[in-house]
T-cell receptor, first 113, second 111 residues
């Protein structure tokens, strides 16, 4: 199955700033998915990133707040813009694996102060 | 609609105890069902899956059976170890490859 390298693994950021999270996959994949996992809660899909087209955002998430890039079939970035403490979460990227389930990156633990 | 409900935690067990984490779902169509595990400080890993009714997924001593009649996919293990301490997520994937996750159940296993 695919191996995903995600970075940074954690960061502490000042409110009002932005953070870009990177995900690199060791094989070409059509779709990459970005999730948020707020403290003590389950995963919420932010958006689906397709190579060569704009990302598809889920209800409650907008491009201005979470711009996504997908320059090729192995790489994607998610930016968390104009951060507030409410954005403190774990952010995860994932791809559909060959076993029909998701393969996840190791996550980025973001704390906004 | 699609949703997954799993038992609230934390669940605290002694080593070698029997584990059950309940998971029920609602879905349109014929979903695939999954259990994911998240060890402390790590991302989610696929633990097991089942793609159709009566299928049993198993891995690392864990197993779960896809029960369509009760819309359930309960996770079981006969003898837990301290190293099983983690958060367990039940999930379904619908016919459009969209995933829905339960809220997670934290398992603490004490020596």
């Amino acid at each position: 199955s695919a191996v995903i390298s995600q970075k940074p693994s954690r960061d502490i950021c000042q409110r009002g700033t932005s953070l870009t999270i990177q995900c690199q996959v060791d094989s070409q994949v059509t779709m990459m998915f970005w999730y948020r996992q707020q403290p003590g809660q389950s995963l919420t899909l932010i958006a689906t990133a397709n190579q060569g087209s704009e990302a598809t955002y889920e209800s409650g998430f907008v491009i201005d707040k979470f711009p996504i890039s997908r320059p090729n079939l192995t790489f994607s970035t998610l930016t968390v813009s104009n951060m507030s403490p409410e954005d403190s979460s774990i952010y995860l990227c994932s791809v559909l694996g060959d076993r029909d389930g998701y393969t996840f990156g190791s996550g980025t633990r973001l704390t906004v102060v | 609609g699609n949703s997954v409900t799993q038992m609230e935690g934390p669940v605290t067990l002694s080593e070698e105890a029997f584990l059950t984490i309940n998971c029920t779902y609602t879905a349109t169509g014929y979903p695939s069902l999954f259990w994911y595990v998240q060890y402390p400080g790590e991302g989610l890993q696929l633990l097991l899956k089942a793609t159709k009714a009566d299928d049993k997924g198993s891995n690392k001593g864990f197993e779960a059976t896809y029960r369509k009649e009760t819309t359930s996919f309960h996770l079981e293990k006969g003898s837990v170890q301290v190293s099983d301490s983690a958060v367990y997520f039940c999930a379904l994937k619908n016919n459009f490859n969209k995933f829905y996750f339960g809220s997670g159940t934290k398992l603490n296993v004490k020596p």
